[in-house]
Each structure stands twice: as C-alpha cells, then as structure tokens.
C-alpha cells in the first residue's frame, strides 16, 4: 500500500469518526455539565502540552533557560490579558528575544 493510499484511508477514517459523533449528537440535547467539561478540555490539553515542553527532554528533565523564562512571561500575559493570541504571541516573542541575546 503506497503513502498515499494511507494518507487516504487514515482521512477518510478521521472524517467518519468526526461526522459520526455530529450525526449521533445532533438530535439529543447535551447536559449543560457535560458542555462546560467540553469547554474545558482544549484549555487542558493545551497546558498539558505547554508542560511537558517546558520540564521535559527527550524524557528527562530540561534544565532552566530560555523556554522557562518565556513561559513564566507568557503565563503573566495570560492572566492579564485572557486571550490566547496574546499569550502566544508575547511568549514567542520574547522567547525569540531572549534567544537572540543568551
């Protein structure tokens, strides 16, 4: 099977599985609980992500540097400002900044 035919099949799978739950959902009504879990699972996976970038390498963990400094500022401006085109941008920002000088 060529790449592909893979890239294919995989997308064709993802779509279904995708549809699938609108299809299932789309004459129920969701319990307000289980929309606020909803609401709440991208913020969590995003910081779970941003975690385990900033403490860990290859597996063991990363020492202190530029990735944290700019994190701590990036959280700062998340507090402050509540948007996350904000935090993205001051982090990276002053991640490139800080690695430009270090």
């Known amino acids: 099977m ?3 035919v893979q890239i294919v099949l995989v997308a064709i799978g993802t779509y279904a599985i995708r549809s699938s739950a609108i299809v299932v959902l789309a004459r ?3 319990p307000p609980k289980v929309e606020q879990t ?7 996976v995003m910081a779970a ?3 385990n970038t ?4 290859h597996g063991s963990v ?4 530029v990735w944290h400094l700019a994190g701590l500022v990036a959280v700062g401006v998340a507090l402050w400002t ?10 990276l920002i002053v991640y490139w900044g800080l690695e430009a000088i270090w």
Not at 38 to 44: G, T, V
Not at 54 to 57: A, I, P, R, T, V
Not at 82 to 91: A, N
């Open 82 to 91: 509540r948007s996350v085109g904000w935090t993205l941008l001051v982090g």
């Open 38 to 44: 909803f609401r709440l699972i991208a913020p969590a």
């Open 2 to 4: 060529t790449p592909l």
């Open 49 to 51: 992500l941003v975690a």
């Open 62 to 65: 990363r020492p202190v540097g």
């Open 54 to 57: 900033l403490l860990l390498d």
């Open 28 to 30: 129920r009504t969701i």
